[in-house]
């Protein structure tokens, strides 16, 4: 009898959903990890014949999918959650996000902000996030000390912030961080512009020459609102997206983020150059931004991907529930009940995502050759049953405190709903910390 290949583990599962051609749901299936990797899937009685594993896990009542993938987030901001509610962008920027950020921001902050954001999102099933904010070298190595993956959007803007003096800083500090990460199997960079209004276009012209010589990809926030249009309007006679466009800049590897004011122009912009576009349904709401027409979009055959945005917008990182959000709102814009169906919206914060980011050829997906980045989810409970089509169940019912497991790169990172290797009350304390500095801060700002 021959030999059966040993494989670190293999996860016997009720329902997997690899999300890949065709979006196939798989009932009674396996998967194996070895060496980080994944192996299979294969119906469980096939795989029992085809791997030795050192260890099997059976989940009789769960979906196993691919890991969420958070496309946009400032995970440093989480400490500002709540801190200023129910206001308009740029009034909630100038007025009070901005000067907080200058006045408490360093390394510290952002380092304890990260912490909580990892602890959020792996507890609600995200297993890399596309992150944009100061200080990225204290986010990259807590992402190392937590066990995600991120692509690190350096930030990139024409005034002074508390990483860089300018621009041009900005690049050659980004440049230091591709030489300390370029060998990180879970810390991806990115260029990371603010956005349109905040970068002048001599900085634009620099930001392709960098975007040229590191092939790296870029992001960032087009098209938030009307008025961030109407003000490029005004000022030069183009759209914020054209002024891209005519800088070189739209293409693959460009994520831009939000795009709630799509006019036809703006679209066969997006098509034409397989620009990707980034979702944050939640924070757009919250902040009255407008509505990206994400049917209109993907008809049109553009990749679009879901973020949360930071949690001082959203205000959670629960992608769970951005998704199901994303999928509403999809039928209640375009009045058709089968635009943005369950699995499509599933597709979006997995394998959408993932191309989006440029990792596609090795996340967002549960199969041979991909890295594990995994969750299962429990369906075995009163809001998702009884389970008539599990995508249906995981995007419209479930609950992000159904997810059970997680892997990243093969390592388990929560088991049974519990974390591994990370320690909640430290998070806790960290937090009440920083709450109080924020607090005296309010109190002086209204003395």
């Known amino acids: 009898m021959p030999t059966l290949p040993d494989v670190d583990l293999l996860i016997e599962a009720r329902w997997l959903l690899p999300m890949s ?11 194996a990890i070895q060496g980080g990797i994944l192996l299979g899937p294969w119906p469980i009685a096939t795989a029992r014949e085809h791997v030795s594993p050192r260890e099997t896990l059976r989940l009789p009542h769960h979906a196993l999918l691919p890991g969420l993938i958070n496309a946009h987030n400032h995970a440093g901001m989480s400490l500002m959650r709540g801190y200023a509610d129910d206001l308009p962008l740029m009034t909630w920027l100038d007025e009070h996000i901005w000067p907080a950020e200058g006045a408490l921001v360093d390394a510290d902050f952002v380092a304890a902000g990260t912490r909580l954001a990892c602890a959020e999102m792996l507890r609600s099933g995200t297993t890399t996030f596309a992150d944009m904010y100061l200080a990225p070298e204290a986010v990259a190595e807590v992402v190392g000390e937590m066990g995600l993956r991120v692509q690190l959007c350096t930030p990139l803007i024409d005034f002074p912030t508390a990483w860089a003096a300018d621009f041009d800083e900005g690049l050659a500090r980004t440049e230091a961080l591709i030489e300390r990460y370029a060998e990180h199997p879970r810390v991806h960079l990115a260029l990371g512009p603010h956005a349109p209004y905040t970068v002048s276009d001599a900085s634009l012209a ?3 020459e960098a975007r040229a010589r590191w092939g790296l990809p870029i992001q960032m926030h087009v098209h938030e609102t009307r008025d961030e249009v109407e003000r490029g309007l005004a000022e030069d006679g183009r759209r914020p997206l054209r002024r891209l466009f005519e800088a070189g800049l739209l293409g693959p590897h460009f994520q831009a983020v939000h795009m709630t004011q799509v006019d036809d122009d703006d679209l066969a912009l997006l098509a034409e150059t397989d620009t990707r576009v980034i979702h944050c349904p939640q924070s757009n709401l919250k902040l009255a931004s407008g509505f990206c027409p994400v049917t209109r979009l993907r008809d049109a ?7 949360t945005d930071g949690a001082a917008s959203n205000n959670d990182l629960d992608l769970f529930d951005e998704l199901k959000c994303a999928a509403l709102l999809a039928k209640g814009i375009s009045g058709d009940a089968a635009a943005l169906p369950a699995m499509e919206a599933l597709a979006m914060a997995t394998r959408d995502g993932a191309r989006a980011l440029g990792l596609d050829a090795q996340l967002g997906q549960l199969r041979q050759g991909y890295a594990a980045d995994l969750i ?7 809001n998702t049953l009884p389970v008539h089509h599990p995508a249906s169940a995981v995007v419209y019912a479930m609950h992000s405190h159904q997810v059970s497991h997680a892997w990243v790169a093969g390592r388990p990172r929560l088991a049974d709903g519990h974390f591994i290797d ?7 304390a960290d937090c009440e910390a920083w709450r109080q500095r924020l607090a005296s801060l309010r109190a002086q700002g209204e003395s």
């Not at 051609?21 to 998967?31: F, R, S, V, Y």
């Not at 299962?376 to 009163?382: K, N, T």
């Not at 990370?422 to 806790?428: E, F, S, Y």
């Open 376 to 382: 299962a989810v429990d369906l075995q409970r009163l």
């Open 21 to 31: 051609e065709g979006l196939p749901t798989l009932e009674h299936h396996a998967i």
């Open 422 to 428: 990370i320690t909640p009350d430290a998070i806790t």
């Open 301 to 307: 055959g553009i990749t679009v991907a879901l973020g």
């Open 206 to 208: 620099r930001l392709g």
